[in-house]
């Protein structure tokens, strides 16, 4: 791609059952779509992905199923004096290694409050049962706001 002209691209597609992230992230049914854009400045890859993760539930703190989709575009600059301050250089054997990319993305593709479910009765603030799954006393004895 780094030797090809200007306005080249290429199609990836990505298919991975089960894949892991640095050593906290699991995913698993990824799929992805990158297209990389040979520019002026170097190689520009516009990519979208989806994946499968368990999650966790804000409020009964249960792990469930959570799909997770990101799309992102970064820019590959080819090395010069003009470009010192990019945060991406084209590496010198022309290998991109998007896992960090896909890794800091998906991350942030994660819902601030993860809910297992909409109705999600959470847990009770006195015994801490799930009350998805059951009642309690203290349910009955609770002043409605």
């Known amino acids: 791609m ?8 290429r199609d990836l597609d990505f298919n991975f059952e089960e894949i892991e992230l640095e050593s906290d992230l699991r995913l698993s049914n990824v799929l992805g779509k990158v297209r990389i854009n040979r520019t002026p400045q170097g190689l520009l890859l516009d990519a979208n992905f989806e994946a499968n993760v368990v999650g966790q539930c804000v409020r009964c703190l249960e792990d469930f199923p959570q799909q997770l989709t990101t ?3 970064e820019l590959y600059a080819y090395r010069s004096r003009h470009t010192k301050d990019a945060e991406f250089f084209v ?10 990319l896909v890794y800091e993305n998906m991350l942030l593709a994660f819902p601030i409050k993860a809910l297992c479910r909409p109705d999600c009765k959470g847990l009770c603030t006195e015994c801490g049962i799930n009350l998805n799954n059951a009642t309690c006393e203290h349910v009955k004895s609770r002043v409605a706001y």
Do not use: K, M
């Not at 780094?2 to 691209?9: A, D, L, Q, R, V």
């Not at 590496?91 to 960090?100: A, K, M, Q, V």
């Open 71 to 73: 799309e992102f575009q």
């Open 91 to 100: 590496p010198e054997d022309g290998f991109i290694d998007l896992s960090p």
């Open 2 to 9: 780094i030797h090809e002209p200007i306005g080249n691209y």
